[in-house]
């Protein structure tokens, strides 16, 4: 046999070689791209899946919200007619205490946290806050006295179900307007008192974007608390401690010293009224204190009075 002969024979076995390893290489290839298209094929089917479940979860959630809102209705506006039917305005408290039931339940510990925020010394600026929201309560208050009509003004949950003088009262102080039910009612609401004013700080402080943003939301603030039976007027009155309440919000927000006053307070209170140590959370701890003050000052200021009114009876 030739060299050329050979050459030839050499040449022809590599050429074969290289078509059956092409021919493998290309069933490898369509192999794989099967595959592939059955894993597309699978992953399509789990997002479609994936995504029935999360319209199922949607609907199932919109329906426990609308469950959550009617019952919230119901809650509010039962006791209002009941009150209408028996004239028995402790039917008023039942929503006050259902609330707060929900709010102290699993925040015992932030209420006393709360309470220990103030001491030694940071009851002063959170203090001087809230008389600043009673300033601004009441300012905005005579405003709306001498513009909107007495009509307009007295509208309450209470008028709407014609229950008489106590149209327009919030619900909340009913226990403290009865004097037999105060010595009860009084220390359960002064407990839940820092954890309803950290709710709303929450809802209505924190995340706000401007004046115009706290404007709005001061203006809801105030408008919820027809849900209690407070009349128009002061709940358009109270507009004005919700923007006070934003003016401690944006400046704790830009305290540089945030840190250093956290840094004061116990462990176990700092863990647990900031544990993300970020200025909106900071903002809405300074707001709570601010609110809390307020609210208790109030509290405190209506129950004097009713002591004051029984003792003068006796």
């Known amino acids: 046999m030739t060299d050329n002969e050979e050459t030839w024979e050499?040449?022809?076995?590599?050429?074969?070689?290289?078509?059956?390893?092409?021919?493998?290489e290309k069933r490898d290839f369509e192999q794989r791209q099967r595959d592939f298209e059955q894993e597309i094929a699978r992953l399509q089917m789990e997002t479609a899946r994936a995504e029935r479940?999360?319209?199922?979860?949607?609907?199932r959630q919109l329906l426990v919200e609308r469950a959550l809102m009617a019952?919230?209705?119901?809650?509010?506006?039962?006791?209002?007619?009941?009150?209408?039917?028996?004239?028995?305005?402790?039917?008023l408290?039942?929503?006050?205490?259902?609330?707060?039931?929900?709010?102290?339940?699993?925040?015992?510990?932030?209420?006393?946290?709360?309470?220990?925020s103030l001491w030694p010394w940071a009851w002063l600026p959170a203090l001087g806050w809230a008389l600043a929201g009673f300033v601004a309560t009441a300012s905005l208050f005579l405003i709306i006295y001498l513009v909107i009509p007495p009509v307009a003004r007295d509208w309450s949950l209470g008028t709407l179900f014609g229950i008489g003088s106590e149209a327009g009262r919030n619900t909340a102080t009913i226990g403290l307007l009865t004097p037999?039910?105060?010595?009860f009612y009084a220390p359960?609401?002064?407990?839940?008192?820092?954890?309803?004013?950290w709710i709303e700080e929450l809802v209505f402080r924190q995340g706000t974007r401007g004046w115009r943003d706290a404007l709005w939301r001061s203006l809801i603030f105030g408008l919820?608390?027809?849900?209690?039976?407070?009349?128009?007027?002061p709940c358009l009155a109270l507009t004005g401690p919700g923007l006070v309440f934003t003016i401690v919000y944006f400046r704790a927000m830009h305290d540089?010293?945030?840190?250093?006053?956290?840094?004061?307070?116990?462990?176990?209170?700092?863990?647990?009224?900031?544990?993300?140590?970020?200025?909106?959370?900071?903002?809405?701890?300074?707001?709570?204190?601010?609110?809390?003050?307020?609210?208790?000052?109030a509290i405190g200021l209506l129950v004097v009075v009713v002591l004051f009114s029984a003792s003068s009876h006796l």
Request: no cysteine; hydrophobic share 45%; proline share 8%.
């Open 10 to 24: 050499d040449w022809q076995r590599q050429s074969e070689q290289r078509q059956r390893q092409y021919e493998q």
């Open 188 to 197: 359960i609401l002064a407990f839940a008192l820092p954890i309803l004013a």
């Open 256 to 297: 540089p010293r945030q840190q250093e006053h956290l840094a004061q307070l116990p462990a176990w209170a700092r863990d647990t009224l900031a544990p993300d140590p970020s200025p909106p959370m900071y903002g809405v701890f300074r707001a709570t204190q601010a609110h809390f003050v307020y609210n208790a000052l």
């Open 53 to 59: 479940r999360l319209v199922e979860a949607k609907r």
């Open 71 to 91: 019952g919230s209705i119901v809650l509010i506006l039962v006791p209002f007619a009941l009150v209408h039917l028996t004239r028995n305005t402790l039917w």
């Open 93 to 116: 408290i039942v929503p006050t205490l259902a609330g707060i039931g929900w709010t102290i339940k699993g925040n015992g510990r932030r209420a006393f946290a709360y309470y220990r």
């Open 180 to 183: 037999w039910l105060l010595p």
């Open 224 to 233: 919820v608390h027809l849900t209690a039976g407070v009349s128009l007027g």
